[in-house]
């Protein structure tokens, strides 16, 4: 596993939900785009505890890890990567202005901004961002900034945030995201995320598993270039009390 797994593995990671011990509220940060008749049912909590088990093919390295991931609402996005024997391979911290990666198979670590994330896959993303496509969660967008591009099956809105071209699709039986694609409209790269396995889990609904893809250009040439990760989770915990996010460099580590 080379350092582009792990930064993979962190940036592309997680969305879907399979059960949770504690009653979820549905919230809505903005109204519902014109021609919804209800807000998407997107996750509100305080922490968020989740494992599961991720299958990534990254360019022809294919890997199948465990992975744990903790988050504080708006604040931090922790992530563990441990493929086999419970021994940790990587593990990941982002905050809104920091990103901060563990290669402990490379004894090396990377600590800077969003702006590493943008180099390496060339799609100028936010830690806000990232937070809603890991919950799948409905993007909301300024009043009047969202165009009802069809209305079935799905219910299909694009929005524009700054260079980036955001298609969502929802389902209104479900009143939940099923697809998520975000494109860079200068480099011409996208990630993709549809959920499936949806469960109802104490009166809600949730995905159980995610399928994310990253692809880099649109030409024939630029289609053997990106990731595609399968992600599925067996154990999600809401807020049941504060969380740890530590991450420490050990001595010796290099530093990337």
Not at 30 to 36: C, F, I, K, R, T
Not at 110 to 115: C, E, H, N, T
Request: net charge positive; aromatic share 8%; glycine share 4%.
């Amino acid at each position: 596993m080379n350092s582009r797994h792990l930064v993979f593995g962190a940036l592309s990671f997680l969305l879907a939900f399979s059960s949770c011990k504690k009653n979820i509220t549905p919230v809505s940060s903005a109204p519902p785009p014109p021609g919804e008749t209800a807000a998407p049912a997107n996750l509100d909590f305080k922490y968020f505890n989740a494992r599961g088990r991720m299958q990534l093919d990254d360019e022809g390295d294919k890997i199948s890890t465990n992975i744990n991931i903790r988050m504080r609402k708006d604040s931090i996005i922790w992530i563990s990567v441990v493929p086999a024997l419970g021994i940790e391979a990587a593990r990941i911290r982002l905050t809104q202005d920091s990103v901060h990666l563990l290669n402990r198979l490379k004894k090396e670590y990377f600590a800077g901004d969003y702006s590493y994330i943008k180099q390496k896959y060339k799609v100028d993303v936010t830690y806000d961002l990232l937070q809603a496509i890991l919950l799948g969660n409905y993007l909301p967008a300024a009043e009047g900034k969202v165009k009802i591009i069809d209305e079935k099956p799905l219910q299909h809105s694009r929005q524009e945030q700054a260079n980036l071209l955001i298609d969502q699709f929802l389902d209104a039986e479900l009143n939940k995201l099923k697809k998520i694609t975000i494109k860079d409209q200068e480099s011409q790269n996208s990630i993709s995320v549809d959920y499936s396995q949806f469960a109802a889990v104490e009166n809600r609904t949730f995905a159980k598993a995610a399928l994310i893809v990253v692809q880099q250009g649109q030409t024939e040439k630029d289609k053997t270039k990106g990731a595609i990760a399968a992600i599925d989770y067996h154990r999600i915990s809401l807020d049941e009390g504060a969380l740890a996010f530590p991450f420490s460099v050990p001595q010796g580590y290099r530093r990337q």
